[in-house]
């Protein structure tokens, strides 16, 4: 189940990346992200299957995204940066959930939420989850995607 | 109608009832209202919630914070680093706080919670809702610790 779920979150990733930036990530290997900031959303996924979704990028990366979402305008305040990456986030998990319930039909999916975290060696842990990494690259960065659910719903 | 909840007498209560069991001590400071943006703790552990009430609720802690939090989860006298195990510990205590705080709730709808999630680094941000959320100050021991939430449904 986690390797479907996976590349169904890849190709939602990917969908939401065009529609909504115009640009595209290509899945790729694996990579650290070098950056000292780095800005990462966390949506908690609860339902048939307790998990969560991570998406991290760098500053940078946040930055120009943030930018494309309020056509190519100056931003009002910095903390617009986080309010945009977190909506990114909702809408890339939002549409994997779609697709992970009209896969598995006798499931049901829910969202908490999306949980911005910025800072210097940003570090996440979810002990009892087992999860699936997933590697973006683009012209506008690099996102670091990870899926996963506890492992009795495996 | 949905309402942001209010849970400051619920999380004292829970605190009061689940910390000394685990020879924690705590007192309370106070509760504020903060900013879309918040500065967080080197330690932070996030639990979603959704289904009958959403949001999110975030543990915040010293290093020291979390290692009295881990002796006391784990049974030992003294801790000195912060292993698996003791990450496992931290998530139970913060899905204890959490779980515990919610069932003080008078509502007849279901709420899910996620998976724990550790947050570490340095000078973190956290954002756990576009509106200002509310953050309690506790004590504990010679620390602090903070829990902050905002968290909206129907009672």
Known sequence: MLREIALITEKAFQEVSIELLETEFLPGKRF??????????????????????????????????ALI???????DEPNDVY?????????????????????????????????????????TLSPRIKSKMLYFRGKLGKFFVDIGFEEEHQ | MSEVLELKDHLIKTCEEFLPRKGIRFSFIKEKAE??????????LLVGLSKGMEGNFVVGMSKKA??????????????????????????????????????KVPTKKLISLSSPTLVTGERICLMISKTPARKCFFRMNDTNFTIAYNIEGEL
């Open chain 1, 32 to 65: 650290i992200i070098d950056f000292p900031f780095k800005v990462a959303i966390i949506i908690g996924i609860t339902g048939s299957a307790t998990g969560r979704l991570y998406l991290e990028c760098d500053l940078e990366t946040a930055v120009k995204v």
């Open chain 1, 69 to 75: 979402m309020n056509f190519g305008e100056r931003l």
């Open chain 1, 83 to 123: 309010t945009y990456l977190a909506e990114f986030g909702n809408m890339i998990s939002g549409r994997a959930t779609t697709y992970m319930t009209d896969k598995f039909k006798n499931k049901e999916f829910r969202l908490s939420p999306p949980a911005i975290f910025s800072g210097k060696g940003l570090e």
């Open chain 2, 35 to 44: 900013n879309t943006l918040n500065s967080g703790d080197p330690i932070n």
């Open chain 2, 66 to 103: 979390a290692l009295y939090v881990i002796c006391g989860m784990t049974n030992q006298e003294e801790v000195f680093s912060i292993d698996n195990i003791a990450r496992n510990s931290l998530c139970d205590f913060v899905a204890a706080i959490c779980g515990q705080t919610l069932a």
